[in-house]
């Protein structure tokens, strides 16, 4: 059954779209290319609702053949963003490609370049049309309207995964090997089973300057997205594939990319040879942003090649874990068919995906708030604006983090508990609501309080539990105790002093190292330089305790 997955996503690879007059009009993707074309005159179909702020364009009228066809089409004219027949005219390369802004894209100036195209209205006699997506089919039309019974197919829901392709398009790769390459993901992509509710997919090729392809929210139908890998270019250049990683980790996963929420994410790195640059960093990156990163590695470096590799532990230093699971090694990407299952089965085992979950998404961050005489009111506003900066690093939801507040004087007001608000919007709005009390200081109970009654209900839960006790002077109770029990309840403690805050309490209630757990600034102004050192403890307590 999967080996005849595999032949249609071959077959769906290439074949133009036939209308009905018998013209062959060719179905292209909204990143496809004029270079990209290989006949001086040619038939497109543009897709509809292509985003127009990703169109590279250079040019007015003609334009240098790396701009985006579709996007020199809506540019000069030619179609809207409802997306059309558009009719490619290879053309001699020439000097100055001029800026122009028009029909909502800016195109860029491009000094000289080898060749050129430009754009007219194509037929509108074919029968299918590019409707907000790229349209495809094996056979020639009937002139009956399509089917859409596969653009609606959810997919395999047993796989759920949003998961980007990082692909090698670097020199060590070269042209053939290249095309090879995207043939493996394509087959690949077909036995995931891609769909509205099963593993989005997206494309990102690694170069001297990563280049994302596609999105995860640009095709959810494995024909759309089998045209927009046949439709991908080969870039050239070093392979920077620590740059890439880190650039799709931090760029590609957005809500707005069409990153779903609680879906594990992927990036599969295909990496022909060796990297240019460093890796471990970028793993690190990937990591800290709940990307589970898989290495397919493809010929590996030569014992005479070694000796160009900065660092020959590069796979064990990327990849979510160490552990043999992440790493996937082919000798050649001839013959790769037999590879296609076992990787699909990896991509599938959400079970396995152990960097999921990051500081970012998996906390509980209690604030316990000295509201003592001794602070003031505008002082007191400035805590509060330092609470809310912490608050805003994190992923708050439902699924996600979790915040909590707790006033206290020598009595204890609880503002918030953790399950009052599972937005971050509500939840700063919760903190901006937060009134002054004014009175003496009992740190020691304050602990023993928040302790019991805001982390005591969620102590069985996935997050892990941090305080962070902010207070300006002496506490009239012991700290140590209480400190030492909330601790021990699994409570990782953050002190932050201000002003008369003794040093030796706040390293009493500070969880060890204590060094790195302890803060201090003699002026409430100072409170905001703190936050990203708090927030990259938080960050590196979360990753010790999952190593």
Not at 416 to 443: E, P
Request: aromatic content about 10%; charged content about 20%; some cysteine.
């Amino acid at each position: 059954m999967w080996l005849s997955a595999l032949l249609l996503g071959a077959f769906l690879l290439s074949g133009p779209v036939r209308g009905s007059d018998g013209s062959a009009s060719t179905a292209i993707t909204c990143f496809t290319r004029g270079l990209d074309l290989r006949k001086g005159t040619e038939d497109v179909l543009c897709p509809a609702n292509c985003p127009l702020w990703q169109f590279y364009v250079f040019g007015d009228g003609i334009y240098a053949s790396l701009s985006s066809v579709c996007g020199a089409a809506i540019h000069s004219g030619v179609i809207t963003n409802t997306g059309g027949a558009v009719r490619v005219q290879t053309l001699p390369g020439q000097e100055n490609y001029p800026a122009v802004n028009a029909n909502g894209i800016q195109s860029q100036v491009l000094s000289r370049w080898a060749s050129s195209f430009s754009v007219t209205a194509g037929t509108r006699s074919t029968a299918l049309e590019a409707v907000g997506r790229s349209v495809s089919t094996a056979r020639p039309s009937t002139g009956k309207r399509p089917k859409k019974t596969l653009d609606k197919k959810a997919g395999n829901k047993d796989c759920k995964a949003d998961i980007a392709f990082l692909i090698d398009g670097s020199y060590n790769i070269g042209q053939r090997r290249f095309n090879l390459q995207k043939n493996f993901v394509g087959k690949v992509a077909v036995m995931l089973g891609i769909g509205t509710e099963g593993p989005h997919v997206g494309v990102v090729q690694a170069s001297e300057h990563p280049k994302i392809e596609f999105y995860l929210k640009n095709f959810t139908a494995t024909k759309e997205v089998l045209f927009a890998i046949k439709e991908l270019g080969f870039r050239g250049g070093n392979s920077n594939t620590g740059k890439a990683l880190k650039y799709t980790a931090q760029k590609f996963f957005s809500l707005e990319n069409g990153a779903r929420k609680g879906i594990p994410k992927i990036i599969v790195v295909f990496l022909d040879g060796w990297p240019s640059d460093d890796l471990e960093e970028a793993g690190i990156v990937a990591r800290e942003f709940g990307v589970n990163v898989f290495i397919v590695s493809v010929a590996k470096p030569t014992t005479e090649e070694l000796g160009m590799v900065q660092d020959i532990g590069f796979v064990d230093k990327a990849v979510c874990r160490n552990n043999g699971f992440f790493s996937y090694q082919m000798p050649t990407w001839f013959g790769t068919t037999k590879y296609v299952k076992p990787l699909v089965q990896k991509l599938c085992s959400h079970e396995q995906m152990l960097c999921s979950k990051t500081c970012y998404n998996s906390v509980n961050i209690g604030f316990l708030i000295d509201g003592s005489s001794s602070i003031g009111e505008s002082n007191f506003r400035l805590v509060l604006e330092f609470v809310s900066n912490v608050a805003k690093a994190f992923e708050i939801s439902d699924i996600g983090s979790k915040v909590a507040a707790v006033q206290f004087t020598y009595d204890q007001r609880t503002e918030f508990g953790f399950t009052d608000f599972v937005t971050k919007d509500k939840v700063l709005s919760a903190i901006r609501g937060i009134h002054y009390m004014s009175g003496g200081t009992a740190t020691g109970d304050a602990i023993s309080f928040t302790t019991r009654n805001v982390f005591g209900p969620v102590k069985d839960g996935p997050n892990k539990n941090f305080l962070i006790v902010l207070t300006d002077g002496q506490s009239y109770d012991d700290v140590r105790g209480p400190a030492a029990a909330a601790q021990k309840a699994g409570i990782t403690v953050f002190s932050v002093g201000v002003a008369w805050a003794p040093l030796d309490d706040l390293k009493d209630m500070a969880s060890e190292p204590r060094e790195s757990h302890t803060f201090f600034t003699r002026e409430f102004t100072g409170l905001e330089q703190m936050v990203p050192d708090i927030i990259r403890g938080i960050c590196k307590d979360f990753l010790d305790s999952k190593q």
